[in-house]
């Protein structure tokens, strides 16, 4: 008999202050991680302290979250346009302009080439659901030298969501890590970086011509090709071109 693999995908709701907020669908595990990252990303929460409680459903997946009213407000209060995201084709959104992106205060640290392919190898390792179906994306967090947060999802933003979240869960800020994700970097992943003020964003894919845009706006580097010989390297003083590093 011919074995078939399939990944799992459940719908997860998220109700804030009340509200309905989001339905994604994902795999379900770290959702708890899942719903902070989220929080955190679309500037709900900054801090782990800021979430004043989350309560998961009983009868079905999903969470009640409680944020401080002045922060629901000022988020619901923004202008945002409406997208149907590239990658996972959830409907998301993006800040209007590429002056609302948050702008980083210190310069990108690029990691050492060799090291971050040596990174990427471990988390291929990592990758349990990955090896056993290929249908999965992986996230993971890292200062250069190690990983941590690593996340697995059928989505690569609910993976990025996931170990973002997890980072604030252990009341560690994100800022000036490095992010290594096993998709194309969007516009949408890009902005979720450029939020969480990352220093860099890495893949074994490409970012697209929007992802570039943003982290030069952020003040954020890219790193394409990230496990092959010839890495491509976007810096932000760079003028959206690519250098070839080693």
């Not at 590429?98 to 390792?125: G, H, M, W, Y």
């Not at 999802?153 to 994700?181: C, F, S, W, Y």
Request: negative net charge.
């Amino acid at each position: 008999m011919t074995r078939h693999d399939a990944v799992e995908e459940t719908p997860v709701w998220l109700e804030v202050n009340g509200e309905s907020a989001v339905t994604w669908m994902c795999t379900p595990d770290l959702l708890p991680e899942l719903v902070v990252g989220w929080l955190y990303g679309e500037g709900y929460i900054d801090a782990r302290a800021d979430l004043l409680s989350l309560r998961p459903c009983a009868k079905e997946l999903g969470f009640w979250a409680e944020v401080p009213r002045e922060r629901y407000e000022t988020v619901e209060g923004t202008e945002r346009r409406r997208v149907l995201a590239s990658g996972c084709g959830a409907v998301t959104s993006i800040l209007g302009s590429l002056s609302s992106v948050p702008r980083r205060s210190a310069p990108p640290v690029i990691p050492d080439l060799a090291q971050t392919r040596r990174l990427f190898k471990e988390l291929f390792a990592k990758g349990e659901r990955y090896q056993e179906t290929g249908g999965i994306h992986a996230a993971a967090l890292t200062d250069g030298a190690t990983l941590f947060a690593y996340a697995e999802d059928i989505g690569r933003h609910n993976a990025v969501d996931k170990v973002l979240g997890a980072t604030i869960i252990a009341e560690r800020r994100p800022d000036d890590l490095i992010l290594l994700v096993t998709g194309r970097i969007s516009g949408e992943l890009a902005f979720k970086a450029a939020r969480a003020r990352l220093s860099v964003v890495a893949t074994p894919s490409v970012p697209s011509s929007l992802a570039v845009e943003i982290a030069q706006a952020a003040g954020m580097a890219l790193i394409g090709r990230a496990v092959s010989g010839e890495p491509q390297v976007w810096l932000p003083d760079a003028g959206g071109q690519s250098a070839v590093g080693g």
